[in-house]
């Protein structure tokens, strides 16, 4: 048995952090579906902003809103969406069969609204009503600000991918928001089954601190905030406050394990996939990493619902003088200036396509002339 099909079975969910034009027309994320096991995926400004900046995949598209009168993040919305319900539509019978666990897509809003409650509410609104798929998740990230919007989307019945959280107490803040987000929808008497799933970064601490570790303790950083993270979950999901909003049906908001791909060359490429493995969980793999662990992956154990040694191991960071806390802080603020980079990559890459596209039509028509 696969490596990826064992993880399966074990109940964790493999969704690949990819999206491109060219991994549809090509029939490789169908591949993945049929022999990787994969039965979801995410995408973000990073992602795009490789994808349509690489080659001319996306000319034809970009010309055809150009000459439509779109421009801009308008153009880049409808761009990306027609890859997501493309994407969503292979991953639909997964939907339906798996009851609507998996099969889901994510796109995010303008990480430039990042600090606007309101503004982000409008924009996922719009992505959600844009989009037209059953299966898309609208991505918000778990800042103070979003983790307002989450609770207002939530308790609109918009599914949401919560993204850039840390640590455990960013993780409670955005488990709490859509629990708030099915209580109101209960109290108003309205189905309180509303998709959702919290991701959590885990690569980003180990990239942030390796430099400032001995060598026995790098790589260590990220899951051991895993570790306490998924207690935290499991704990939740056996809270009264749960209890009682599942025996009204609603869904658990699953944890995601984001930044999966191993940034050291000295340790496994596999380390973080193997070692996050756990029932009820998604881990979303870029493609490389998927690939690694379904040729030579090794599935040793599920995780430890009581977090294992982490508390421990996040002790003797805290005695070097790594404060948790605030690097939880930084780097979902770092992680958010990150995307708002990419993102004005992808706009800037954009309107120099249309330009360029719209000199070689301005051409065209000279020459007709």
């Not at 308790?155 to 455990?168: D, E, H, K, R």
């Not at 979902?332 to 992808?346: E, M, N, P, R, T």
Request: hydrophobic share 40%; proline share 4%; with cysteine.
């Amino acid at each position: 048995m696969k490596p990826t099909e064992q993880l399966q079975n074990l109940g964790q969910s493999i969704w690949l952090d990819n999206i491109s034009r060219e991994l549809i027309d090509n029939g490789n994320l169908r591949r993945y579906i049929e022999n990787f096991s994969v039965t979801g995926l995410t995408s973000n400004p990073s992602i795009f902003d490789a994808a349509i900046g690489t080659g001319y995949v996306y000319d034809a598209g970009i010309k055809e809103k150009v000459d439509a009168g779109k421009s801009g993040e308008p153009l880049f919305i409808e761009l990306a969406l027609e890859d997501l319900r493309r994407a969503a539509d292979l991953f639909r019978p997964i939907f339906v069969s798996s009851d609507g666990i998996d099969g889901w897509v994510s796109m995010e809003v303008s990480p430039l609204l990042a600090g606007d409650s309101d503004a982000s509410i409008k924009a996922a609104r719009q992505i959600h009503q844009q989009a037209d798929r059953a299966n898309l998740f609208v991505k918000i990230p778990g800042t103070p600000e979003g983790i307002i919007a989450i609770e207002e989307l939530i308790f609109a019945g918009i599914p949401i991918n919560v993204t850039l959280l840390f640590s455990c107490e960013q993780y409670l803040a955005a488990a709490d928001a859509y629990m708030r987000g099915i209580e109101r929808r209960m109290a108003a008497g309205l189905d309180p089954r509303i998709a959702s799933v919290a991701s959590l970064f885990i690569s980003r601490w180990d990239t942030a601190t390796n430099e400032k570790v001995s060598t026995q303790l790098r790589n260590q950083l990220g899951i051991a905030i895993g570790q306490r993270t998924y207690r935290a979950y499991c704990q939740l999901l056996t809270s009264a406050r749960w209890e009682k909003l599942a025996a009204a049906g609603a869904r658990p908001q699953r944890l995601l394990w984001a930044s999966t791909g191993t940034k050291d060359p000295a340790v496994s490429d596999n380390l973080y996939v193997e070692a996050l493995a756990a029932p009820n969980t998604v881990n979303t793999m870029p493609e490389k990493t998927l690939h690694a662990f379904a040729e030579h992956g090794l599935l040793k154990q599920s995780m430890d619902k009581d977090g294992g040694d982490s508390e421990n191991l996040l002790i003797t960071f805290a005695k070097l003088g790594i404060d948790i806390e605030a690097l939880a802080i930084q780097l979902q603020h770092d992680g958010a200036q990150a995307f708002v980079k990419s993102w004005q990559q992808l706009l800037q890459r954009i309107a120099e396509k249309t330009s360029a596209l719209s000199g070689k039509n301005s051409i065209n028509r000279e020459l007709k002339q």
